[in-house]
């Protein structure tokens, strides 16, 4: 994929489908095992504690 994305001028768009299909699978696998996948937003570790409470 690091190659792909390189020499085709799709750098952002093949590695935002990558990590897509990798938290998919992960997301599956975890399912399947009875767990369960929390996505959080990028910003959320930099809210303070006052903030988190809010949501």
Excluded: C, E, R
Aim: charge should be positive.
């Amino acid at each position: 994929m690091k190659g792909m994305s390189q020499s085709l001028h799709f750098g952002k768009s093949v590695a935002d489908n990558g990590w897509g299909m990798f938290t998919t699978f992960l997301h599956y696998k975890l399912v399947k095992q009875g767990k369960h996948l929390i996505k959080i937003n990028k910003w959320f570790l930099q809210l303070k504690p006052a903030q988190i409470a809010d949501m």
